[in-house]
């Protein structure tokens, strides 16, 4: 049973450039959640879809935006990359409370 | 507003020794759930435990233990004995009480970088 994916591994980006991230939930899963961890800190929360539809959201801006589909997949799009942007992405994907993670994407704007 | 603290930062012990993570947690609501996630070099979260508020009940899983207090609002974690390969940066999380179906978000601490040395 595959767990959670994402792709890609590594993204390297320039500022103002545009950004989509994926991940594939773990089997039996409906939602997906997004956060984001900088460099030492704890990961903040992004938002979460389920059921196709964005359920609850972190205090990001408008330039974080995502999608769920139909199979629960989920992408993550950053627009107009800042500098801060730059971290690791993680995808939990959960079912009732327990919420597992992919490995992350390592974003880093230049 | 949920809040959690860890405020230990960096803790280094030699292999064998115990070792304790300390977790403070604040939240209005009366059920929740407590997490503890350990984060190696790769970077994956892996899940170590999910402790509900109605459960105060110490958890003990081979050289892990886990000990949760209410009235304190403190869910602290032990490894005993510890090794090389526990070295990583350990999380703990709290998340609101939904009953919808739908998992609630993850507030996290700041995480401490636990080092075990040979």
Redesign the interface.
């Known amino acids: 049973d595959a767990g959670v994916t994402q792709s890609p591994t590594h993204l390297i980006k320039t500022r103002g450039q545009q950004v989509t991230l994926r991940c594939s939930p773990k089997s039996g899963h409906d ?1 997906v ?1 997004w ?1 984001q961890q900088a460099l ?6 992004i938002f ?1 879809y ?1 059921e196709e539809e964005e ?2 959201r ?1 205090n990001f801006p408008d330039r974080f935006s995502g999608h769920q589909f139909p199979n629960y997949s989920s992408e993550l799009n950053v627009n107009a990359l800042l500098l801060g942007d730059s971290a ?1 992405y ?1 995808c ?1 994907s ?11 994407t ?1 974003l880093t704007v230049t | 507003a949920q809040k ?1 603290t860890q405020a230990q930062t960096e803790i280094s012990v030699v292999e064998k020794e115990d070792v304790t993570l300390d977790c403070v947690y604040e939240t209005r609501d009366t059920t929740y ?1 407590l ?1 503890w ?1 350990k984060q190696p070099p ?6 170590l435990i ?1 402790r ?1 508020s109605f459960d105060e009940q110490n958890e003990i899983s081979g050289r892990y233990s886990w000990n949760f207090q209410k009235s304190t609002s403190s869910f602290n974690f032990t490894i005993t004995a510890s090794q090389v390969v526990d070295s990583a940066v350990y ?1 703990c ?1 709290l ?1 609101e009480w939904r009953d919808t ?11 401490i970088t636990l080092s075990v040395r040979p």
């Open positions: 939602t959640s956060y030492g800190q704890g990961p903040q929360f979460q389920y359920r609850q972190g690791l993680l939990a959960s079912v009732l409370h327990e919420q597992y993670f992919g490995p992350g390592r | 959690v759930y997490f996630y790769s970077g994956e979260l892996v899940f999910r509900n999380f999380a998340s179906g739908a998992n609630s978000k993850l507030t996290f601490g700041k995480g």
